[in-house]
């Protein structure tokens, strides 16, 4: 990775401070993969399929964010963030320090292959922009992962429920091979890379 | 545009000059029950005598809004800008609703408002165009170019041919997709095959309405501390009300159960440039006023701690950034501004007031009757 900033947010009020014994790490793991044409494709939320060149997203910086679950988006600040540059694999995998305690939390990834990023915001001196057409994010469809009680995840975060162990999550822009059965669309919105319409 | 403002907020008294510790014991007003009357509770829903709510139009409705057969390009849905999981709102600053990519244009010039609590709007739009009432405003986008509903050109930028949309959406629900019409029947007893466009079109509009009237946010914790319950929000979210109300004077044209006085006003988001050009002229592009340059309409702000970003171009990411804005130049810029005595805030009555708006989140909406349909006609 030719860019990574990491801020730890380690004492805000809202953060797990955890004992070593009983913090953990969060991992987010993303896979892009082409297509037969050498596109990587991706659902948009209207269950079309839009594409992008690896060269639109190699180089392009990225964002992971963990946030107390149910954050308000733009409001509440990052128990941890970090910036990255998308490689040339295309494989991303973001592990935060072993700081959360049992609890839920809400993970962001977001591909910036459209909108600026500005240093400012690079160096968390500004909050990140806001996804916007072409950009890439994660996203699952279903709230199987809220445990009961728990608040809704944000759009674009995936859950993570901390117990007693670390806590891995894995993505990909999983798209169907027929866009017309639904039953293999829905299953595509699940742990998928989404593009923002 | 509401020139009164200024002499309205000459009148909040000499609270607004001081920076005395914020008293929050307000107490409960027997007569209305409140500590804010200002502020009240959403109201039960309206009655629509003239069209009842049934399960069958929420039904028809729920399928027009999240059918992309319908739409252009064949490949957008209301709900790809207005996500039900997020508030009826998208989360992103400018929106590209066609999904032409990997050309993603056209792209809205405005940013998606959320349509929650949209039942109980007498205005709507930010500019207020095209608007008389909630099924037109529903069923209107089928006519926008912009958002490539009505398989119209595209270049026509805000120019809106409703009767030619009528046609095609006729033709949809009743040549393309004939699914439709008995749905119609149900839900209306009426038979759109032998109805004109217009009626057609009023009737989607009435079953979209229908269907959007349940995403209403109420009943937040903010309600139940201005109802007497001590203990219902943060003392910061106390402050934060009581400026709301008082020093930050928002509530001269947030006010009322939706927070909103649904008139459009100018807070220096589109100011003239050098050559006295904006980024866009708002409600001037409908009344053609020359006051109206730059004014936008108030938005709701009952959950909008979950609809950022804010302002009419979606350029402010977060409610703090759009009060910093407000208090300080950047927010007097315009000639026309209408907030321009409003005082610097500190860091910290920022924060209450973000408290406190975050305390107006209602109860959760019923996401599973507005999802997208399991099956479509």
């Not at chain 1, 380690?10 to 953060?15: G, K, N, R, S």
């Not at chain 2, 607004?16 to 959403?42: E, F, H, K």
């Not at chain 2, 927070?259 to 002229?281: C, E, I, M, W, Y």
């Amino acid at each position: 990775m030719s860019l990574r900033h990491v801020l730890f947010l380690a004492c805000l009020p809202l953060a797990a401070c955890a004992t070593d014994d009983d913090a953990h790490t969060l991992t987010m793991s993303a896979t892009l993969t082409t297509n037969a044409a050498g596109e990587l494709p991706f659902l948009s939320p209207s269950a079309t399929i839009a594409t992008h060149a690896p060269a639109d997203v190699v180089g392009k910086p990225y964002y992971v964010g963990v946030f107390p679950a149910g954050f308000s988006s733009g409001n509440d600040p990052a128990l941890y963030q970090e910036w990255g540059t998308v490689p040339a694999s295309l494989s991303i995998e973001a592990t935060t320090p072993a700081i959360f305690s049992k609890g839920a939390y809400d993970m962001v990834l977001v591909m910036y292959t459209n909108t600026p990023v500005t240093p400012a915001q690079l160096a968390f001196e500004q909050m990140p922009p806001a996804a916007a057409g072409g950009d890439l994010s994660s996203f699952t469809l279903s709230a199987a992962d809220v445990l009961p009680g728990d608040p809704d995840q944000a759009l674009g975060t995936l859950r993570m429920n901390v117990a007693d162990a670390d806590v891995r999550v894995d993505i990909s822009n999983r798209t169907p091979t027929d866009p017309a059965d639904r039953d293999q669309t829905v299953a595509a919105f699940e742990h998928t890379v989404l593009i923002i319409p | 545009m509401t020139r009164t403002l200024l002499a309205a907020i000459g009148a909040l008294g000499l609270a607004a000059c001081t920076d005395a510790p914020v008293s929050t014991d307000l107490p409960v007003d027997p007569a209305t029950g409140l500590r804010i009357a200002a502020l009240p509770p959403v109201p039960a829903l309206p009655d629509w005598p003239d069209n009842p709510p049934t399960e069958d139009k929420k039904a028809l409705g729920r399928m027009l809004f999240n059918d992309m057969r319908l739409s252009g390009s064949g490949r957008t849905v209301c709900g790809n800008c207005h996500l039900q999981t997020t508030a009826f709102q998208s989360g992103g600053p400018l929106d590209s609703p066609d999904r032409s990519f990997p050309a993603i244009t056209p792209t809205l010039h405005r940013h998606t408002p959320s349509l929650l609590n949209l039942v109980y709007a007498p205005m709507a739009r930010w500019d207020g165009a095209h608007f008389t009432d909630i099924p037109d405003l529903m069923v209107l986008p089928f006519a926008e170019p912009n958002m490539n509903l009505s398989k119209l050109a595209v270049s026509a930028g805000d120019e809106i041919d409703v009767p030619a949309a009528q046609a095609n959406l006729q033709r949809a629900l009743t040549v393309d997709i004939p699914g439709y019409a008995p749905l119609f029947q149900q839900a209306f007893g009426e038979d759109i095959t032998t109805a004109t466009p217009a009626r057609t079109w009023r009737l989607a509009g009435l079953a979209m309405a229908v269907y959007i009237r349940i995403a209403v946010s109420r009943d937040s914790d903010f309600d139940a501390w201005n109802a007497g319950d001590d203990a219902a929000i943060s003392d910061a979210a106390k402050r934060g009300a009581v400026l709301f109300t008082g020093k930050a004077k928002c509530v001269l044209c947030h006010s009322g159960p939706l927070l909103s006085d649904f008139k459009f006003h100018n807070v220096s988001t589109s100011v003239p440039d050098a050559s006295g050009q904006r980024p866009d002229d708002g409600r001037f592009l409908v009344t053609g006023v020359e006051e109206d340059r730059g004014a936008f309409l108030t938005p709701m702000l009952r959950s909008a701690a979950r609809t950022s970003p804010y302002l009419h171009d979606g350029s402010q990411v977060s409610i703090a950034k759009v009060i910093e804005h407000f208090t300080s130049a950047s927010g007097q810029a315009d000639p026309l501004n209408d907030l321009n005595l409003l005082e610097p805030l500190s860091q910290g009555e920022i924060d209450d007031l973000v408290q406190f708006i975050k305390s107006l989140d209602g109860a959760p909406i019923p996401i599973a009757d507005l999802a997208p349909p399991p099956t479509l006609p």
